[in-house]
């Protein structure tokens, strides 16, 4: 017979081989870099300039970052730093190179589906290294307890006091304490103060705002990383709602959240568990557009309706549940996405089944659906097996035309991405010049 002590002691086997694989993966070192990118990467998928054009602006001015010239001469690199102080400084035909920025705060994306495979973590990672390559300032949200995107972001080692969990732990001190001095008298309130919760809750709790922030190896994205035993939260949160039974508990993400200054990041990416839980509740509650991504075969489309309809009984229930506690914490119920959308991925635009179930999206979804799907090529299968974005990938470890097509892919998906953000958050902005 075997009990917990030998999933327990699988778990263990199973983490130092982990712990060696993603050595392996950033060796020579444990700290995964970004690479430097060229003058023909620049000029072609950055700037939208010829690649001449942006070495008679680099001579005319010496002030201006040169970057680093390989021996021959035949090629100048250059860091993302150095790229985004060119997007600040220099100009072409008097166009600016900083990207667009709405006013108010970061938009928030949460990137979701009920079933595993489907892309959640590569979509997510993808978004984010287009978005910080566009020039914007991208914080990342590891919901997920396999923390894929976290170790993809280069963070191996991460105490569970540091991820969702912590700031749910932090989240119902703070929510106690509120709740408590709401009572003209605190022996009325039949609910728990900070200090009368378990030990561990206070201690975690106690942590500061930007202690959950992490930064990551590209110089303008930080993630709130996962771990493996985050996993655990779920019971602890099922815990934590017994012992404070007027908690909202879903609002933990997004009352965190709100406590970011406007201007320190511009777009705020999720990525989801493969689960209706705690922490994809609290992803959705917090987001403002929610990004469903999708294989192309019928599992896929089976589970994203199953997903669909679970989420939506949720949202329900919490709505119909929780209106008036919800309404004391400053939570507005329902809760309104600003958009929708579905994204196919690992499409094969020569496979018939593929063509065939992207109409079926189209068909049932409409308009809903994004236009431009993420094709599987070497490139992006390297990316999940590697944990390293086509971004990443050094086009000259690879044919330039496999690399330029997966590139193109998921620049196309991201363009769309970056449009319906826009588009939201114009609309955001109006919204609230309306209610000042």
Known sequence: MRNHNDLLNMNERSLEQQAAVRRATFSPGEIKALRPFSIWE????????????????LADDPTLPQGITEEDGR???????????????????????????????????????????????????????AAALDGYRVLCVDFDPQATLTHSMGLTEVKESHTVWGIMCRDLCRESNRIMDSYDDPDD????????????????????????????????????????????????????RALHKA???????????????????????????????????????AADILYI??????????????????LGDAMADISEGFASLAADAGITLPKQFSDIRLLMTRFESNNPLHSAMIDAFKNVFGADVCAHPIEMTRAVEQSGRFQMSVYEQDYRQMTRETWKRARQSFDRAYDEFLHTVLDAWKENGKRKEKAE
């Open 293 to 310: 991504p999708s294989g192309p075969g019928y599992w896929e489309y089976d589970s994203t309706t199953s997903y669909l309809g679970q």
């Open 189 to 240: 309130c039949p609910y728990p103060a900070a200090d009368e919760l378990p030990e561990d809750v206070q201690s975690i709790g106690a942590q500061r705002f930007q202690e959950f922030i992490q930064p990551t190896c590209w110089p303008t994205i930080d993630i709130i990383p996962s771990c493996a035993n985050a996993a655990f939260v779920e019971f602890a949160s099922a815990q934590y």
């Open 42 to 57: 620049i000029s072609q998928f950055m700037f939208d300039v010829p690649a001449d054009t942006l070495r008679k602006k």
């Open 75 to 129: 090629q100048r690199w250059f860091s993302l730093e150095e790229i985004n102080e060119l997007r600040r400084r220099a100009k072409f035909r008097g166009r600016k190179l900083l990207p667009e920025r709405p006013r108010g705060r970061a938009m928030r994306v949460a990137v979701s589906n009920f079933k595993g495979g489907v892309g959640k973590t590569v979509v997510t990672q993808h978004l984010a290294h």
């Open 247 to 285: 908690w909202s508990f879903f609002g933990c993400g997004a009352r965190y959240l709100d406590e970011l200054p406007d201007d320190q990041y511009d777009i705020i990416i999720f990525d989801c568990p493969p689960a209706i839980g705690y922490q994809s509740l609290n992803a959705a509650f």
